[in-house]
């Protein structure tokens, strides 16, 4: 069964850095693309980035090109987020979890499961 526990969230300055961590249990990490998302109050979950199996070829949101870095680690069934020069905007809680459906976009939610409980980031102004 797998879980997924995301970590290193916290309440940062605008311009600040934060590293996101992803641990996976449950089943090997390197089976699947894996997803990072997001979800703002009152906002629907919308996706981050995304790093392929062998972790060489990601994907980012218009929004986190060029701020933010998605990695992994296999052999640490951890995938990683580096957050730098932070805005406001990237307030949320932020979800990791691989990607099941890889006939479906992928940048679409549904095209993930077993999502983690989130760990909460704010920037503040």
């Known amino acids: 069964q797998v879980q997924l526990v995301e970590s290193g969230g916290g309440l940062v300055q605008t311009g600040g850095s934060l590293r996101l961590s992803c641990i996976v249990s449950?089943?090997?990490?390197?089976?699947?693309?894996m997803g990072w998302f997001r979800q703002a109050p009152g906002k629907e979950r919308e996706f981050v980035a995304a790093i392929d199996k062998s972790g060489y070829s990601t994907h980012y949101a218009d929004p986190v090109k060029g701020r933010f870095t998605i990695s992994r680690d296999n052999t640490k069934n951890t995938v990683y987020l580096q957050m730098n020069s932070l805005k406001p905007e990237d307030t949320a809680v932020y979800y990791c979890?691989?990607?099941?459906?890889?006939?479906?976009?992928?940048?679409?939610?549904?095209?993930?499961?077993?999502w983690g409980q989130g760990t909460q980031v704010a920037v503040s102004s």
């Open positions: 979890a691989p990607r099941v459906n890889d006939a479906d976009i992928i940048e679409y939610p549904r095209a993930y499961d077993y």
């Open positions: 449950g089943g090997p990490v390197s089976n699947y693309t």
